[in-house]
């Protein structure tokens, strides 16, 4: 379907025209392999050069903004799983959208984050904030993140490990807050207590490529100490 340059693949879980890794594997540290399958209300491809783009747009009916504090501790980072499972080989990440149902001027109607280089402003939505933005060099740092995340919760799986312990950040958000079963469930005081700092993009990228050029360097000392 198109809509102007923007070609809608997927809506509301309904399959307009098939994608070629519908199906997302990673692969496991014990040489395994998991396959996830999901629904995504709307994915979005725009072709630019020789490059296609893509695009996850989560419908929200009030809205939602980025929680990378979340994300951090593997609460809420499916919309990179998302876009990491359809982008592949082939398409380009260009970014994860909450899109809100009802119309307030009071707030964006489009919040998230998108992947861009400086002066790309063909992928901005319109009235979409210039610092919700991050370029393709630290989306990479996310995809790793989110990928250790996932090879994480498989490994406790694989593991049987199911503790109930839902999260809870000091003074403000638990993980029983919605659940159906808050009035029959015993446990009442264990929870995985989380910390509750300021914490946003900024703070999450410098994090994660802290992590990660840590964990190069010890890679390239053990790959010379093999030699």
Known sequence: ??????????????????????MFRVELDNGNSLYLMGKVDRVDLLKSGDKEYIRIIDYKLKGKKMDYRKFRDGIAFQLFVYLNALSGNKYTPAGVLYSRLIDDYNYDRLTGLIVKEKGQDILLPDGFKEHNTILPLEYDLIKKFTEDKIKSHAKNIIKGDFKVAPYYYKNDEKGCTYCKYLKICKNKKVNRVLLNSKYDKKSFIEELRNKYDKLDWWSKISHWLKR
């Open 1 to 22: 379907k198109q809509h102007g340059d923007i070609r809608v693949f997927l809506i509301d879980g309904k399959v307009i025209e098939a994608l070629p890794n519908a």
